[in-house]
């Protein structure tokens, strides 16, 4: 008969793993490396939030390393992957989360506010993914993940520029999982719906559920709720998906509840 030692070491879902996260210093960023370590991977933190980055890595322990990275920097990429290398081997998860939101109708928002979103959001990412190429074909192969949103597949009034760079990192995941996957590194992108993290502004949990009462899950997605597809996408289970687009978002684009037909709940419930 075998036994098995429940203290025995059983292998995490990223072990063995070399992980860069941008704009992990807080909310999904910082969530998707508290996990990605916790399933064995070693992770760099990059940011442009030097202290808290830091403060997370510190946390994390000695599995993750921070460094300072502005995604929009051509230089500071250079110098994040190879302190990824020195730090822990050659990269081979790279998720491209670090992105900024601004607020402003067409009218009103100025070709250097346009400019500013998009090399942050969608400049970082291409910049970000042409970095990863040589490393992780050395590596072998990997997994790119680029977290979009459901605003690069639909949008909202006053979210020209921000719409913008997550509709071309919805496309631009296409054109690099077509050329990758001859090196076997896989890209997709994540389209989360509204996440409870300081991208929202001070606002408080019960008042940002209240504006997604109308989803199918009648309320807004923690972090976490996010890492999680963003570790599958990371990990071997995700072995056969490319190219494509995972939707993390509450029902957000099934449709709204029509509270005035059968079969709509009587109050929004909590998670
Ligand atoms: P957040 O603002 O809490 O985190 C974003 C992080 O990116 C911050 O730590 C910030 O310092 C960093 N960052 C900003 N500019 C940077 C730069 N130039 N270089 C490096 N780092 C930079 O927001 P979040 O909700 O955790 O956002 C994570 C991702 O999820 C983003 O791509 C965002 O667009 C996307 N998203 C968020 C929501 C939401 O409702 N929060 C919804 C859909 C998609």
């Known amino acids: 008969m075998t036994t098995t030692d429940p203290t025995a070491h059983r292998p995490g879902r990223l072990e063995g793993a070399v992980a860069l996260i941008t704009g992990a210093a807080r909310g999904q960023g910082e969530a998707e490396a508290r996990l990605f370590a916790a399933e064995g991977a070693r992770v760099v933190l990059a940011d442009v ?12 322990g000695d599995q993750a390393r921070y460094v300072h990275l502005d995604v929009s920097k051509e230089d500071d990429w250079a110098a994040a992957v190879a302190a990824t290398e020195d730090a822990f081997g050659p990269l081979s998860v790279l998720v491209n989360n670090a992105a900024i939101l601004r607020f402003t109708t067409i009218a009103d928002t100025t070709l250097e506010e346009y400019l500013q979103v998009i090399m942050v959001n969608q400049v970082g990412t291409f910049l970000g993914m042409r970095a990863a190429i040589d490393p992780m074909t050395r590596a072998g192969g990997g997994s790119i993940v680029n977290i979009s949103s459901i605003d690069g597949i639909g949008s909202k009034n006053s979210l020209v520029a921000y719409s913008s760079s997550k509709g071309a990192i919805r496309s631009m995941t296409k054109t690099a999982a077509l050329e990758l996957g001859q090196h076997r590194i896989r890209v997709n992108s994540v389209h989360p719906g509204g996440v409870f993290t300081p991208m929202n502004g001070d606002i408080s949990k019960d008042t940002f559920d209240a504006a997604h009462a109308q989803l199918a899950l009648q309320r807004s997605a923690m972090p976490d709720e996010i890492a999680a597809m ?7 289970e995700a072995s056969y998906c490319t190219g494509a687009e995972f939707v993390v978002d509450g029902g957000w684009l099934a449709g709204d509840i029509n509270p005035f037909l059968p079969g709509a709940p009587p109050a929004p419930s909590r998670r």
Do not use: C, K
């Open 230 to 236: 963003v570790l599958f996408l990371a990990s071997d």
């Open 49 to 60: 939030l030097d202290a808290d980055g830091e403060a997370v890595a510190a946390d994390i």
